[in-house]
């Protein structure tokens, strides 16, 4: 259970934009769109939102990945665009 917490710690710290972990319905995004009245209003905090998280998690997901520049090999699934799998189990 602590090898799960400590995998998913860091994902949900950069989900909420904060260094502790931040139940969904209290993040300020979450808040903002609640309070929000205008559907287009709701889009455009959830679209700043969903960049701002993206931008956190990349770093994450990317040295998941080993998208590790010093090395040609280990960057591959970079320079592959992703489709890695598609060329590893063809």
Sequence with gaps: MVAIALFWLP???AI???????PT???EYVQAIRAE???AGKLRI???ALRSIQERLAPLFR???GCDRTS???SYPCQSG???LEHEFA
């Design 11 to 13: 994902i949900d710290m």
């Design 16 to 22: 909420s934009g904060s260094d502790t972990a931040v």
């Design 25 to 27: 319905e209290k993040r």
């Design 37 to 39: 009245p205008d559907a």
């Design 46 to 48: 959830y679209s700043a």
């Design 63 to 65: 040295g998941g990945l």
């Design 72 to 74: 040609p090999d280990a």
């Design 82 to 84: 992703g489709h890695y």
